[in-house]
């Protein structure tokens, strides 16, 4: 397996900046760490330009006082932020957990709402003060499969499917139902009948309602990634899958490709209806699938409840 390692940095100026993509957009973000331990092979993030040499991991150690400063400047506070747009607060490395739970602490004690998505295993003492204001947090579990043959495949740098689902009760215990992330789901691979049945009625039985799909994308950096790092009956499922669809701008990416609409059309029904026999609700995750009616993960629900009010109808958030 790859070596990482961290590198403590310390960030200046301001911490707290709005997304500009999809349903972030407007929300501000915030990330522990530039470069993440799972190093999933289709992460997007590890393509940025500004992301760190392979296997670093640059750790903000700075970031709950910086913070902490920013938001005593700040008249009126956001009411909510959305963590790990490009990292996992919950890698399993105790100083990244110990900045994530500071930073996690500082939002949560001025009544600033969290939204984070996670691979991870979340520790605990993160249960415990969530417990504090379950109300303020909205978790997504992201799982794709229950396979092994996926896990090694696509991330085998995170938790394994069953430490993940794990969350899900512990989560329960405190009144929260997190959401489960299914994505990227690889076209047939993780697509089929019977996969989706395994994986929802597994959630059924913790007690999920609701999951988001959304199918693989690529951006050229993924593909470079996937071409490299899985083995060669993947690479050509994903080869084969893509070769007729052209490179376009969507969303802030100017050159991604899609599966073709029939793949995804047919295997989001598909799954749908897995779900709906199970009494789960599967939306499809509206930014990434631009050309098909899709619906609003949490994500876009924060954000839709952001657009209707006005500061003034939030008092709750005034400091
Ligand atoms: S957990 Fe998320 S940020 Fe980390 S490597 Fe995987 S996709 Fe990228």
Redesign the pocket.
């Known amino acids: 397996m790859h070596h990482n390692e961290i590198f403590p940095r310390f960030r200046k100026g301001k911490v707290l900046t709005p997304g500009n993509f999809g349903c972030l957009k407007g929300i501000p973000t915030l990330n522990i760490t530039n470069g993440?331990?799972?190093?999933?092979t289709?992460?997007?993030?590890?393509g940025y330009t500004q992301a760190p040499r392979e296997g670093e991991i640059h750790l903000y150690v700075n970031l709950s006082s910086l913070l902490e400063e920013e938001l005593a400047r700040r008249r009126i506070f956001p009411p909510w932020i959305i963590l790990?747009t490009?990292?996992?607060c919950f890698?399993s490395h105790p100083d990244i957990l110990s900045v994530a739970y500071e930073v996690i602490r500082t939002l949560l004690d001025r009544g600033i709402g969290i939204s984070f998505l996670?691979?991870?295993v979340i520790p605990q003492r993160f249960i415990d003060l969530f417990g504090r204001s379950p109300e303020k947090i909205l978790a997504q579990i992201?799982l794709v499969s229950l396979s092994d043959r996926y896990w090694r495949e696509y991330?085998p740098?995170?938790p394994s499917p069953d430490k993940r689902i794990e969350n899900i009760q512990r989560l329960k215990e405190i009144g929260i139902v997190p959401e489960i992330r299914i994505d990227p789901i690889i076209p047939f691979v993780t697509d089929t009948e019977i996969e989706a049945m395994t994986l929802l009625r597994q959630l059924q039985e913790k007690g999920v309602k609701k999951v988001t799909l959304s199918y693989l994308h690529l951006r050229p950096a993924i593909y470079q990634q996937l071409m490299k790092e899985l083995s060669p009956l993947h690479r050509r499922v994903i080869e084969s899958c893509f070769r007729t669809q052209e490179w376009k701008a969507i969303g802030s990416s100017t050159k991604t490709k899609l599966l073709p609409k029939t793949i995804r059309e047919k295997g989001y029904q598909r799954i749908k209806e897995i779900g709906e026999r199970l009494g789960i609700t599967a939306a499809i995750c509206q930014c990434k699938n631009p050309d098909l009616k899709g619906d609003l993960c949490s994500s876009g629900r924060v954000k839709a409840v952001l657009g209707k009010r006005t500061p003034a109808q939030l008092p709750l958030f005034r400091c």
């Open positions: 993440c331990l799972f190093r999933c289709y992460c997007y993030a590890r790990n490009s990292s996992d890698q996670t691979k991870g992201g991330e740098g995170t």
